[in-house]
């Protein structure tokens, strides 16, 4: 069993910055790949950032030079550095994670329960 952990999120003003952490733990032999996507109401789930476990990351085109994904591998947890916030990225943020539980076993769509960021002033 693996479970995971979202902290970080809020409310923020435009402009502002907001770090957000994901923390896995339990039955972990590797972190692979880890993605936070995100959700407004209304629209589609969209991929904000992805770390990969050599550390290659790729972002969506609304957050390159904003955002920032990084990753502890002691601590297994994978963060989002979010500056220079603007409203339009007001959504719920969800990790996901790509896990090898064993050297042989690898489970995927390890989801984060979701947090809310809100950027308005």
């Known amino acids: 069993q693996v479970q995971v952990v979202e902290s970080g999120g809020g409310m923020v003003q435009p402009g502002g910055s907001l770090r957000l952490s994901c923390a896995y733990s339990?039955?972990?032999?590797?972190?692979?790949?880890v993605a936070w996507d995100r959700q407004a109401p209304g629209n589609e789930r969209e991929l904000v950032a992805r770390?990969?476990?050599?550390?290659?990351?790729q972002y969506g085109d609304s957050v390159k030079d904003r955002f920032t994904i990084s990753r502890d591998n002691a601590k297994n947890t994978v963060y989002l550095q979010m500056n220079n916030l603007k409203p339009e990225d007001t959504a719920v943020y969800y990790c996901?994670?790509?896990?090898?539980?064993?050297?042989?076993?690898?489970?995927?769509?390890?989801w984060g329960q979701g947090i809310q960021v809100t950027v308005s002033s």
């Open positions: 339990g039955s972990i032999f590797a972190i692979n790949a």
């Open positions: 770390i990969n476990n050599d550390g290659g990351t």
């Open positions: 996901n994670a790509v896990i090898r539980t064993t050297p042989r076993t690898t489970t995927f769509n390890n």
